[in-house]
């Protein structure tokens, strides 16, 4: 299986990329702007801007995928309210990937990578079927690009699917998000930098999976030959004040937690995936969530 990955350079991209090697995939590894030549699982590795028509072209004709995987998109929390780069990146983006495949790659495979934040938050678990109601620019960009794309697959004769990732994370995420951040804090504490852990709001319920099985889920998903949307999720939904004190614990830490919810927090919410689909492909979660806590924390040396 010949593979593309658009985005490869990011959190998850830089696991997908390693999870193809792995199974045998021969991977082309499109890389951002900002990629700084480090260590990155791939055949080949090319730049990719994906909001230039002529380089998403170059960079398929290289590929020449069976599949192509694009996760691209704006993922830094600091940049979810920039439109302009939302849309640029997110749609443009993966639009010009669709069209591109059609002319250079017809017959392929495209699985884009959307969110779970494009639901509404709910009690109740999401599954596919569920209202779109998306609450940032983050989610209404994906739910766009979704649109866009399942309109216009048709008629480019390129198979499309559509992941809708709940929260995942793992060793590799950047600090900005909520267990980086924590663990980073945590080795500050325990190098006796700090005596408290700062986090914003914790009353959240949320479901988080281990990166490496949502990486697993992607291939499995674009390889099963099955178009559509699928959840990819846990089903379970964790109390986020009862992660960070998972974290705290595993690090034997004696940190005080100190939580000040931002001024644009609108109150708790709950949001849980329903990932009865998937799971009709055989895909199940391999790693327990405090399994993945301890990679985190050991990646920041938390003992």
């Known amino acids: 299986m010949r593979a593309l990955v658009i985005g490869a350079d990011g959190f998850a991209g830089r696991w997908l990329t390693r999870h193809l090697i792995d199974s045998g995939d021969q991977v082309v590894a499109g ?11 791939a055949d080949e590795i090319v730049a990719v801007d994906v909001t230039d028509a002529s380089a998403l072209a170059i960079a398929i004709q290289a590929g020449k995928p069976d599949v192509t995987y694009y996760l691209a998109g704006v993922s830094s929390r600091e940049s979810r309210d920039a439109i302009g780069s939302a849309v640029a990146v997110t749609i443009t983006g993966s639009v010009g990937t669709l069209s591109a495949l059609s002319e250079h790659a017809p017959g392929s495979r495209l699985l884009f990578v959307s969110t779970a934040q494009v639901y509404q938050p709910s009690p109740d678990p999401q599954d596919e079927s569920a209202p779109a109601k998306p609450g940032d620019v983050y989610g209404t960009a994906k739910l766009a690009a979704e649109h866009a794309l399942t309109t216009l697959a048709d008629v480019s004769g390129i198979r499309l699917s559509i992941a809708r990732p709940f929260n995942h994370i793992g060793p590799g995420q950047r600090e900005g998000f909520l267990v980086p951040t924590v663990a980073s ?11 408290e852990v700062s986090v914003g709001a914790v009353d959240d319920v949320l479901d988080f999976s281990d990166v490496r099985d949502v990486v697993r889920a992607y291939r499995l998903i ?5 178009t559509g949307i699928w959840n990819v999720a846990s089903g379970r939904g964790r109390l986020v004040k009862e992660l960070i004190g998972q974290m705290v614990q595993l690090a034997g830490s004696n940190a005080e937690v100190i939580s000040k919810a931002p001024a644009s927090y609108a109150g708790p919410k709950t949001l849980i995936g329903d990932a009865t689909k998937l799971r009709g492909l055989g895909w199940a979660p391999a790693h327990d969530i405090s ?7 050991d990646t920041y040396r938390v003992d």
Do not use: K
Request: overall charge negative.
């Open 31 to 41: 890389v951002g702007p900002h990629f700084a030549g480090d260590e990155l699982a």
């Open 185 to 195: 804090q945590l080795r500050d504490v325990a190098n006796g930098e700090a005596t």
């Open 222 to 226: 674009a390889t099963s030959g099955d």
């Open 291 to 297: 399994d993945t806590l301890r990679d985190v924390l």
